[in-house]
């Protein structure tokens, strides 16, 4: 099933995220999870890309195993900037051969070597979009990410805006969001994007903080901003590992319960392969989001 159908015919669409185990760890561990969160009924499984494609291959195999053995419905990441067309063209169709007709399109980062080819065709997402449009057309369903605070790498909030606008512009079905902790900071965001003439969908990212290295990687990587809220609970319980996972996982269930209040049209739960907490959080979340899913199909009816 193509995502940009999904979102046609369902809201709110919830997903997951899970990525491919590092060099020399038995793939086995990341099919466990799957058959873990397999019963939690997310409407897709996002597969990550490693950097400058170290996990391109892994990343196709899991994703082929999401949709052909574990039958959910699956997008895969998918990077060009160490890639030339013709590679580009190859892991396309591979994926497609696979049954994987759904790829979230990134830049991506350089290659582990630091080795670019000569002149790369796709320096920015928009020039990688453009080429699976025009080359795959409709057979593919495209996403992008999307950073409600702005990309680290583009200092100008609304040069930011306008990135993300090219992409879309460029052909993509729907959005998926960095993670945030401050959802009025989304909500302002959605409402700047929307006044670009960008109506695809946006899938909300949220992150259920477990531990404080997490913390220390999210700032280092991100640059996003802990409203005063999650601040305070950082600082109460960094010392607490267990209740820090506690307060994290309740953190996270509030989050999603006000983004779904508001009308979010996805959220994007980044796992990190933990499948009892993202059960948590499913768990909390459930009547709220059937409550949601119902009345909405009553709508629609």
Known sequence: MH???????????VSFEIFPPKAGTPVEGIYATLGAIRDLNPDFVSVTYGAGGSTKDLTR??????????????????TGLAHTPAEVDEM?????????????????????DGVLPPNPAFPHAADLIRHLRRGFGDDLSI?????PEGHLECPDP??????????VDEGVDFLVTQLFFDNELFYRFVEKVRALG????ICAGVFPVLNPKQVQRILSLCGVAFPPRFARILARYADDPAALAEAGIA???????????????????YTMNRPETTRRI????????????????GEAS
Request: charged share 25%; glycine share 6%.
């Open 143 to 147: 996403a992008a990410a999307a950073y």
């Open 158 to 167: 609304e040069q930011d805006l306008l990135h993300l606008k090219a992409k």
């Open 3 to 13: 995502l940009r159908d999904l979102f046609r015919a369902k809201k709110p669409v």
């Open 92 to 112: 396309a169709e591979d994926l497609m051969d696979e049954g994987v007709c759904n790829v979230l399109a990134m830049r991506g980062d350089p290659p582990l």
């Open 61 to 78: 195999d899991i994703a082929s195993t999401v949709k052909n053995r574990f039958g959910l419905e699956v997008m895969a990441h998918f």
């Open 251 to 269: 953190y996270a269930t509030d989050q999603i319960i006000d983004l779904l209040s508001w009308g979010v049209e996805g959220i994007h739960l």
């Open 282 to 297: 499913m768990d909390n979340i459930g009547l709220v989001r059937r409550s949601l899913v119902d009345r909405n199909e």
């Open 198 to 201: 960008v109506t695809v969908p």
